[in-house]
């Protein structure tokens, strides 16, 4: 069955471009020059959290491919410092990030790291630390981890926690207590910060530049690159259902899609609301047929569109809390050039949740990343 749907999705997402040049030497839009792709891993080799974990062994996968086929695997710092400057970077530019403070990341995942020489982002709820568990890191191996010059510490809220749930006063609180917290322990405070459960709300996204941090990392799945909203970059998630090195290497290569106008413009389900909207750039407008999206719980959905570029997912018996993830893609490579090549996507991803939050539980920390060779969301 999943062989057939993919077969069925492959003639769906027929390729719009022409010409016989290779895909990665070719700046079809401005926003390809300065793209990059971030992974994000959760519990590494810990089987007993399926929704959340990658085996060791699929991540040593990961690990050798990064660092024998040709990526180029940079700091967090100097792909930010590109995307705002729109600054050009090589082709599989990506950036490697850990969240969750749990030992399994420091026991298991930083040493491939570290002894393949690739930076990485371990991203922390200073509250975790704090409760000297067995479970999570402490303060002695963060501060260890501080001093190598391949790991970037990233902050958190200071409780690993649902943001959007609480009030203003609270939401600011938990922030400025983590950023206390980071200075008191290792003298500064982190440039980068990642939102637990990928959740946000275009009030807290605010409060970031005004507190000092340069950038901040979601859970929805995409492409930064110039033009990317620089408080909530897009990472593709990384567990055991989703993360074979098939489709490691297809999100690795994947190419930026921005969109505009979205509806919802941010990340929260109204009441009411039955459909998801956005428009495409105009450099991509030609392309608006060979558009498919995909929604978890449903699979692929129909869509209308304008001649102005807007995309209307027309959707039915949506949720009214939890939440749901969306991804659309538009193929890359041509018809010619997929006759000895794998396609290349165009990635758009969002993460929406309903006004009270996602009902997930504090393990549960990701949500799959729909792909357009995954047929088994639609079964």
């Not at 929704?51 to 060791?56: F, K, L, P, S």
């Not at 490697?96 to 990341?105: D, H, K, N, V």
């Not at 409780?159 to 206390?180: C, F, G, K, P, V």
Request: contains cysteine.
């Amino acid at each position: 069955m999943g062989k057939r749907l993919l077969i069925l999705c492959t003639m769906l997402l027929l390729p719009f471009f022409t010409g016989s040049a290779r895909a990665e030497d070719i700046h079809r839009i401005a926003q390809d020059r300065s793209k990059a792709v971030f992974f994000v891993y959760f519990h590494i080799g810990e089987d007993q959290y399926p929704g959340a974990n990658i085996q060791m062994e699929r991540f040593r996968e990961h690990v050798l491919e990064m660092k024998t086929s040709g990526y180029n695997v940079l700091p967090l710092g100097e792909i930010v410092s590109a995307i705002e400057n729109d600054t050009p970077l090589p082709q599989h530019t990506v950036g490697i990030t850990l969240e969750g403070a749990y030992r399994s990341s420091f026991e298991n995942a930083v040493p491939l790291l570290l002894e393949a020489g690739l930076p990485f982002t371990i991203f922390l709820a200073p509250e975790r630390i704090d409760r000297d568990s067995d479970f999570y890191l402490n303060w002695r191996e963060v501060k260890k981890l501080a001093r190598n010059d391949l790991v970037t510490i990233g902050a958190m809220p200071y409780s690993y926690d649902h943001l959007i749930r609480m009030d203003e006063n609270a939401q600011r609180q938990q922030i400025t207590r983590a950023i206390a917290r980071f200075q008191e322990e290792l003298g500064n405070a982190p440039e980068f910060f990642a939102w637990p459960h990928g959740e946000y709300t275009p009030d807290l996204q605010k409060i970031l530049p005004e507190l000092g941090f340069r950038a901040g990392f979601g859970q929805q799945s995409g492409v930064a690159a110039h033009g990317s909203d620089m408080t909530a970059l897009p990472r593709f998630s990384m567990t055991d259902q989703y993360g074979g090195l098939d489709r490691f290497r297809l999100t690795a290569q994947s190419f930026p899609f921005p969109a505009l106008q979205e509806d919802p413009p941010g990340m929260i389900w109204r009441d009411g609301q039955s459909s998801i909207g956005f428009t495409l750039p105009q450099e991509l407008r030609d392309a608006a047929d060979r558009l498919a999206c995909f929604v978890s719980d449903i699979g692929k959905v129909s869509l209308t569109h304008t001649e102005d570029g807007h995309i209307t997912l027309q959707l039915e018996d949506m949720i009214a809390a939890g939440r749901i993830r969306m991804n659309c893609t538009l193929p890359v490579l041509t018809a010619e050039e997929t006759k000895h090549r794998q396609q290349i996507w165009r990635w758009y991803g969002r993460l929406f949740t309903g006004k009270d939050g996602s009902d997930a539980g504090d393990d549960d920390e990701t949500l799959i990343s729909l792909s357009p060779d995954n047929g088994a969301f639609n079964e």
